[in-house]
């Protein structure tokens, strides 16, 4: 059936399409063997938290037979919860073939979005501003996920423990060659890729030696140039020195 507009016609739903929510005791709903996506305990927790503030807004889908179509996680939370009807849809138009694709594009097709970190920055300050009764938490974000979006410094994919330091303008205090002692450690500033012709490391059996952090010794590289990349070389060569 289909409807016109200033002569033009729109497509509407076929009849057996459109959906009709029914409440239905959870504990009768079966979940599929088949379904891949997993939940642990924790965000059971968190979509349980969710639906205790929301309300129950995102319908289960369910076959004829009341297995699960999408909605898994949401099911175990009302269990949780104690509820006795979550809302569902049949989806009695799709074939067995349709609805066991449609299980796993309902899960892989939400995890292909991305998101406008800056827009949600945005969003997330406006409910800092407001009196809220919950806590931000129940977005699904972290609180230190919230603090990095809020914050405003981290990209998308970005992990702050990858941004580097700002360079020192200060003349540097380690040089090419210099050993330093760290704790039980010793570390060579130099470059793996060279040939280390002269290696003399003091034995340092107490602690109280060195202190830890100083420099100790120092290392000198052969001129005949690099070896390729081999960066177990001076590893290899700290540990030959005996002790």
Partial sequence: MSKTFDGATA????????LKI???DPAKLKPYSGNARTHSDKQ???IAASIKKFGFVNPVLVDADGIIIAGHGRVE???QLGLSEVPTIELAHL???EWRAYVIADNRLAELA???REILAIELQSLVDMDLDFDLEITGFETAELDLLLDGDVGEGEDPDDTLPQAVPDAAV????????LGKHRLICGDAQLRWRHVHLPCIREAGDHPAGRRVASVSASNTGKIGHSPHNLLSLVRSVPC
């Fill in 114 to 116: 991305g998101w406008d």
């Fill in 11 to 18: 497509p509407t739903l076929p009849a057996e399409t459109r």
């Fill in 44 to 46: 059971i927790v968190q």
């Fill in 77 to 79: 939370a009302a269990k």
């Fill in 95 to 97: 074939t067995d073939a």
């Fill in 22 to 24: 029914v409440n239905r």
């Fill in 174 to 181: 380690t040089q090419p060659g210099d050993v330093w002692l």
